[in-house]
């Protein structure tokens, strides 16, 4: 089983920078076998991959709209997932969630992912 704890979220002013983090525990979890993506979901909206990084070249995926703003990255020794957001604008206003899928290579698919956080709301006021 694998369990993982989003925090970081907040309010922020349009321009301002988050940094989201995903703490992963579980004695079924290891760095090789999974692949771990930021979810969000916006009042009204459907959910949307944000980001997320392959396990074998630990290669990454970033939606358009977020392009050139976020950053994902892991520490390992930490077992903890980050996602580095700045100039956030308040399209990006939604509930953040980690997600850790079994596989080597990144997926878009929500359904790819079998474990999800509990979710973190960012705010972004214009």
């Known amino acids: 089983d694998v369990q993982l704890q989003a925090s970081g979220g907040g309010l922020v002013q349009a321009g301002g920078s988050l940094r989201l983090s995903c703490l992963i525990s579980?004695?079924?979890?290891?760095?090789?076998?999974?692949?771990i993506g930021w979810f969000r979901q916006a009042p009204g909206k459907e959910r949307e991959v944000s980001s997320c990084?392959?396990?074998?070249?630990?290669?990454?995926y970033y939606t358009d709209s977020v392009k050139g703003r976020f950053t994902i990255s892991r520490d390992d020794a930490k077992n903890t997932v980050y996602l580095q957001m700045i100039n956030l604008k308040p399209e990006d206003t939604a509930v953040y969630y980690c997600?850790?899928?079994?596989?080597?290579?990144?997926?878009?698919?929500?359904?790819?992912?079998?474990?999800w956080g509990q979710g973190t709301l960012v705010t972004v006021s214009s």
């Open positions: 997600v850790a899928g079994y596989g080597t290579f990144y997926s878009v698919i929500a359904r790819d992912y079998e474990y």
């Open positions: 579980g004695s079924g979890f290891s760095w090789d076998d999974y692949v």
């Open positions: 990084i392959s396990s074998s070249d630990r290669s990454t």
